[in-house]
């Protein structure tokens, strides 16, 4: 699942590639907006407000859209060749007079008035990619329910926005902190953060998701996605388990040795 550095990404190429732009075509295939058409309409930015991208276009319309598990957005030149996936995964098609913008796989397309962005990110805590990121209520925020595992807080959105089972694995990790530790056991959530917030922005610009210094595949990872191997600090074995409840239980990696027990 992307996480928020990934859709700090996308949205920095899509406003790079449409901002300041008029559409020439939209095409929208999921059935709501089916008859939508935004052609004339000049795009005024795209932001990424945690996991969710907004598209602003002249006239107060905001297309927000979401990747939740593997959608994407992908900019091709104008005549180039479309291959982000079949067409029938194609959710959204915005056209300029120099690349095509489309949406694969999209599960959350939508429509609705800029001025009330706020009905769909309010009730996001402070974004770790945001330039009105605000550790101290991101940590008011999770402090809230101290009786809650560590791991839960950090991956609920509207205590602080960004953050998926990548970086909950490695800054835990890091931290020497279990995610089945409760928020009143774990006693430092603002270094969580701003290990989060550390690694988050810097792989936001570099493009990559190495929270090590090792970009080689199977080394860029502490103990995400390392189920059953060694632990590269202590040697024991990484294990994964659940986190949280059905239905929202959440697939995380951590090291028994290195992170104290729950
Ligand atoms: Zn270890």
């Known amino acids: 699942m992307p996480e928020g550095d990934m859709v700090w990404r996308t949205a920095r190429q899509l406003h790079a590639s449409l901002a300041g732009q008029e559409l020439t075509r939209s095409d929208f295939r999921v059935p709501r907006l089916a008859t939508v058409d935004l052609r004339g309409r000049v795009v005024d930015e795209v932001r990424a407000r945690g996991k969710h991208l907004l598209v602003r276009v002249s006239g107060g319309l905001t297309l927000h859209t979401h990747l939740r598990m593997d959608g994407s957005w992908r900019v091709f030149e104008r005549g180039e060749r479309w291959r982000g996936g079949p067409a029938f995964q194609i959710r959204v098609v915005l056209c300029t ?115 090590t210094q090792d970009s080689r595949p199977g080394r860029n990872h502490w103990v995400y996605g390392r189920a059953g191997r060694p632990c590269g600090r202590c040697g024991n074995t990484v294990r994964s388990g659940e986190l949280g409840r059905a239905p929202h239980e959440r697939v995380v990696y951590w090291c028994p040795a290195c992170q104290s027990p729950a």
């Not at 101290?146 to 931290?175: H, K, M, W």
Request: glycine share 12%.
């Open 97 to 211: 007079a120099s690349v095509d913008a489309v949406g694969y796989r999209l599960p959350v397309v939508e429509l609705v008035r800029t001025e009330a962005e706020g009905e769909i990110v309010g009730h996001l805590g402070p974004d770790l990619l945001g330039d009105d990121w605000d550790p101290d209520e991101a940590a008011r925020r999770i402090r809230a329910e101290p009786g809650r595992e560590v791991g839960v807080a950090l991956l609920d959105q509207r205590n602080v926005a960004g953050i998926g089972t990548i970086y909950l694995s490695e800054v835990c990790f890091l931290a020497g902190t279990s995610p089945w530790t409760t928020v009143e056991d774990a006693d430092d959530v603002p270094g969580l953060l701003g290990r989060a917030h550390e690694l988050m922005n810097r792989n936001a610009r570099a493009g990559t998701q190495v929270t």
